[in-house]
């Protein structure tokens, strides 16, 4: 990775550390890279380099994708600079949360490719309705969980900011990619960004989570489809932080269009 996130300047007016109440403070990523890298260690070869890089990170950074408090930094700045730059005409922007149909079972994350998915998100991007938007996000994780007995897999899926076209040629887009299954209810999920400061500092910054959970199929109190889930195991912690490590934190981006007020488009 050529890009050094530490020194790239955090935009102060909506830096999550300072405007999120949840955001993890350094204590406690501190705290979870500890914990993390003694559970890498059951993870053989991989574990442990990736335990030595963590354990290891200090005054020096390893800014591995692995680690919680490399991951904390690169927030900080991903975060508040798309924040940023969506508050310059925040009506104009739509999330997006697109769940393809692959899933892994555990202990075969490693199988993922997720250069193969963005090449392909960025195809029907570039094919839509809409002309030429500007779409910036990441890829996230969860352990799904099913209702049937089978044994939990991984999903790997996608939340992205998407600037304008409006709702109906937004999912247009998405929607014949991605249909609905028995295991899917909501394939793909647009809403209308909303305008606040803290709305938008939180949804930008939720495109790079640094939190994973189990995901469970629930209903809410209307009876439509959700979901329910609590934080993974430190054992799954440590099988996605090696996944994480390897794509690093610009593998793990997803950016698209072009504009040359918003250098995090062509950062290397």
């Not at 914990?35 to 290891?56: C, H, I, N, Y």
């Not at 930094?73 to 730059?85: D, E, H, I, K, P």
């Not at 929607?175 to 960004?193: A, E, F, L």
């Amino acid at each position: 990775m050529n890009f050094n996130f530490y020194s790239a300047d955090i935009n102060e007016d909506y830096d999550p550390a300072k405007h999120l109440k949840k955001f993890e403070t350094l204590n406690e990523a501190h705290i979870r890279r500890r914990r993390l890298a003694r559970s890498l260690l059951e993870f053989g070869e991989p574990g442990r380099s990736l335990a030595e890089r963590l354990t290891g990170c200090g005054f020096i950074k390893c800014r591995s994708g692995g680690c919680p408090v490399c991951l904390r930094a690169f927030r900080r700045w991903w975060g508040s600079t798309l924040a940023g730059y969506m508050a310059r005409d925040p009506e104009f922007w739509f999330t997006v949360s697109i769940v393809p149909p692959d899933l892994f079972d555990v202990g075969h994350l490693g199988g993922f490719n997720c250069d193969r998915l963005k090449d392909r998100v960025r195809k029907q991007i570039g094919r839509g309705p809409i002309s030429e938007p500007i779409v910036l996000g990441g890829i996230d994780y969860d352990l799904k969980h099913f209702d049937d007995g089978r044994p939990p897999r991984w999903c790997p899926h996608l939340y992205l900011l998407f600037s304008g076209g409006g709702k109906a040629l937004i999912e247009s887009t998405f929607r014949r990619h991605y249909p609905r299954s028995g295991d899917v209810k909501r394939p793909v999920v647009v809403t209308s960004q909303k305008t606040f400061r803290e709305d938008l500092v939180t949804t930008a910054t939720y495109t790079m989570k640094a939190r994973y959970k189990n995901r469970r199929q629930s209903t809410d109190d209307r009876g439509n489809a959700d979901t329910e889930g609590n934080e993974l195991t430190l054992h799954h912690q440590a099988e996605l932080a090696i996944l994480l490590d390897r794509q690093g934190f610009l593998g793990r981006m997803i950016r698209h269009g072009d504009d040359p007020s918003l250098p995090a488009l062509k950062v290397r």
